[in-house]
């Protein structure tokens, strides 16, 4: 009977700071789309011709990308993004941003 009771309350225990975790605050960050597959986070945009990605992580995401960050020899690994901006923004500056990018290289090439 002991043994049941330790069980679900081990459960109810797990169960309760798992929700705590997901239901905290959640920010939004930019950073190069191996970070966030280092740690195993899903971006919310990708742009292929920078590598850069925006996620929405928790706290607890930020501590693993500090930590796997420290351990790839750099520091921080993200930047946090302010509420204003938002995906559409994003796919507009990195559109213009594959632009610029395109003109340079043609410009290099010459």
Same mark, same amino acid.
């Given at each position: 009977?002991?043994?049941?009771?330790?069980?679900?309350l081990f459960l109810f225990s797990f169960f309760g700071i798992v929700s705590l975790l997901?239901?905290?605050?959640?920010?939004?960050i930019l950073t190069d789309i191996q970070m966030l597959e280092e740690v195993k986070i899903p971006a919310l945009? %990708?742009?292929? +011709?920078?590598?850069?990605?925006v996620a929405e992580i928790s706290s607890f995401q930020q501590s693993l990308i500090l930590r796997k960050s420290h351990e790839m020899g750099r520091c921080g690994g993200f930047e946090l993004l302010s509420d204003e901006i938002?995906? %559409?923004?994003? +796919?507009l500056i990195s559109s213009k941003w594959s632009a610029s990018e395109q003109r340079y290289a043609s410009i290099v090439a010459v």
């Amino acid at each position: 009977m002991k043994t049941a009771s330790l069980q679900k309350l081990f459960l109810f225990s797990f169960f309760g700071i798992v929700s705590l975790l997901n239901a905290a605050p959640k920010s939004t960050i930019l950073t190069d789309i191996q970070m966030l597959e280092e740690v195993k986070i899903p971006a919310l945009h %990708f742009d292929e +011709s920078t590598g850069l990605a925006v996620a929405e992580i928790s706290s607890f995401q930020q501590s693993l990308i500090l930590r796997k960050s420290h351990e790839m020899g750099r520091c921080g690994g993200f930047e946090l993004l302010s509420d204003e901006i938002t995906l %559409f923004n994003l +796919s507009l500056i990195s559109s213009k941003w594959s632009a610029s990018e395109q003109r340079y290289a043609s410009i290099v090439a010459v």
